[in-house]
């Protein structure tokens, strides 16, 4: 089955979320070549954030803000988002009672291959553990981008799925949280964030990209990237400073 094939058969729902807080089914998916197009771009988050400045585009967050945990890990894909609050009741009360209202399984359920899910969450708890990270690797997704806590790191790191989020902490959101739209408009440390939007990350952050820029923005980034490219290579070639390209 090709991808837009497996995109158009729906998964059963899990029922950890109301269906009509599901904005959408599925998030917009790429055009063809765009995510290899970022792929191929080097140190792709300082150079996508120069080009975006260039363009008056607001999208990039520092990995300070949102700090990788896996080293050396860089990720390129479209945005499922899901938002949290906190639930209203008395967290000893909804432990008591085990009243879980996170629904982040859902995102996995309904990810394709390659997604980024990108969570505008709670503060101080945890929105997404080793399990769901586990889960989310098994669905092929690229990783996540939390605002927010997470937990379980040694889980995560084992299974190999790559999180970017603002705070790690052993404290559940399962008795805390509740999940109240996914696939709607988020915002992560002041950025708005579509689903369908690219998302890129790398060890110096995190950009997201409005979809309907994003052609634009990645032939710019090439051509930005080519040059420094060239650059180092003359810079290795021994080509004194005041010569180097870029410096006239």
Not at 9 to 18: A, N, Q, Y
Not at 27 to 36: E, F, K, N
Not at 132 to 145: D, F, H
Not at 170 to 196: H, L, S, Y
Request: glycine content about 10%; hydrophobic content about 40%; some cysteine.
């Amino acid at each position: 089955m090709n991808d837009l094939a497996f995109a158009d058969v729906l998964p059963k729902l899990t029922g950890k979320i109301s269906p009509d807080r599901i904005r959408l089914m599925r998030a917009p998916r790429p055009p063809q070549g765009l995510i290899d197009g970022f792929k191929r771009i080097g140190d792709a988050t300082s150079v996508i954030s120069d080009i975006m400045d260039e363009l008056g585009i607001t999208g990039a967050i520092g990995a300070s803000t949102l700090k990788p945990t896996l080293p050396s890990t860089s990720i390129v894909g479209p945005a499922l988002t899901v938002r949290n609050i906190l639930q209203r009741e008395h967290v000893y009360e909804t432990a008591r009672e085990h009243v879980n209202r996170m629904a982040e399984f859902e995102a996995h359920n309904l990810a394709l291959p390659g997604d980024v899910v990108v969570i505008d969450g709670v503060a101080g708890v945890s929105n997404m553990g080793g399990i769901s990270a586990q889960t989310g690797r098994r669905q092929g997704e690229a990783g996540a981008i939390v605002s927010g806590g997470i937990r379980d790191l040694g889980h995560s790191r084992r299974v190999g799925y790559p999180l970017w989020a603002t705070e790690i902490t052993p404290v559940t959101g399962k008795w805390r949280i509740e999940t109240v739209e996914i696939n709607g408009d988020i915002q992560i440390a002041g950025v708005r964030v579509a689903p369908g939007d690219i998302v890129v990350a790398d060890e110096t952050g995190v950009c997201f990209i409005p979809i309907a820029r994003a052609a634009e923005i990645l032939a710019k980034a090439l051509k930005k990237s080519a040059f420094e490219e060239a650059k180092c290579e003359a810079i290795e070639a021994g080509t004194s400073v005041a010569d180097l390209p870029g410096n006239a």
